[in-house]
């Protein structure tokens, strides 16, 4: 149980054009998702909080206005990078928390990953 | 915030052996400690995790110890074998917070 799946699983665009990426729980309801970016032999970076029907959360020094998200229900979340410039080019990965009480409540389950390269 | 950090960086052990990888948080409100493992191009797997209301977990060759007062939290891997070779990144969370404050992880290698 607790899957996650991730949609595309790679991406390859145009400088100055824009991406999504969708990321869904695929067997349970998730209110919080959240976005990483992942540098090769780095650590997970998150970039923001994704709450179902309402504005997701920046961390400090990431572009609202360049990564937008959208978490139009409680099973899918996405990412849309605006006007992809190469030094976007990255492992994006998102993540899902179950909503509700039980041992996996606590838990973030991760989605297989998005690589971008932007030309 | 939280500050976790994660030693060693990379660790290399020949199979059989064991393997610890040791992690340090700052805020003394976190109080659940996952550990993830990664292998190449791949999500990160939940492999353990504990909470701040015990001190040792164990799942047949992992374990993880939970010191609070030192603010620190532990993973062992016993028998090592080839397929335990992945990149291992602990994370600390705070109670009713969301974010995850994960470590710089750890590349094990295990050599056969």
């Known amino acids: 149980g607790a899957v996650v799946s991730q949609h595309p699983s790679r991406v390859i665009c145009k400088s100055g054009t824009s991406v999504k990426i969708e990321c869904r729980s695929l067997?349970?309801?998730?209110?919080?998702m959240f976005w990483y970016r992942q540098f090769p032999k780095q650590s997970l970076m998150l970039m923001a909080t994704?709450?179902?029907?309402?504005?997701?959360?920046?961390e400090q020094g990431v572009e609202k206005d360049k990564f937008l998200i959208n978490h139009a229900s409680l099973t899918l979340s996405t990412l849309t990078v605006t006007s992809a410039h190469p030094e976007d080019s990255s492992f994006y990965i998102c993540?899902?928390?179950?909503?509700?009480?039980?041992?996996?409540?606590?838990?973030?389950?991760f989605g297989p990953g998005t690589r971008l390269l932007v030309l | 915030g939280e500050n976790v950090e994660q030693h060693p960086s990379t660790l290399s052990v020949q199979e059989g052996d064991s393997a610890v990888i040791k992690c340090t948080y700052s805020?003394?409100?976190?109080?659940?400690f996952p550990w993830y493992k990664q292998e190449l191009g791949k999500r990160p797997q939940l492999i353990i995790d504990?909470?701040?209301?015990?001190g040792e977990k164990k799942d047949q060759r992992i374990a993880v110890t939970l010191n609070k007062t030192a603010k620190h939290f532990s993973l062992h891997i016993t028998e090592t074998q080839p397929e335990d070779s992945a990149v291992y990144f602990c994370?600390?969370?705070?109670?009713?917070?969301?974010?995850?404050?994960f470590g710089s992880g750890t590349k094990l290698n295990v050599k056969p």
């Open positions: 993540s899902a928390r179950v909503s509700g009480s039980g041992p996996r409540k606590e838990t973030q389950y």
């Open positions: 994370a600390a969370r705070k109670y009713n917070f969301n974010k995850f404050y």
């Open positions: 504990i909470r701040s209301n015990v």
């Open positions: 067997d349970f309801q998730a209110t919080t």
């Open positions: 994704s709450n179902e029907g309402s504005k997701a959360t920046y």
């Open positions: 805020d003394s409100a976190s109080n659940y």
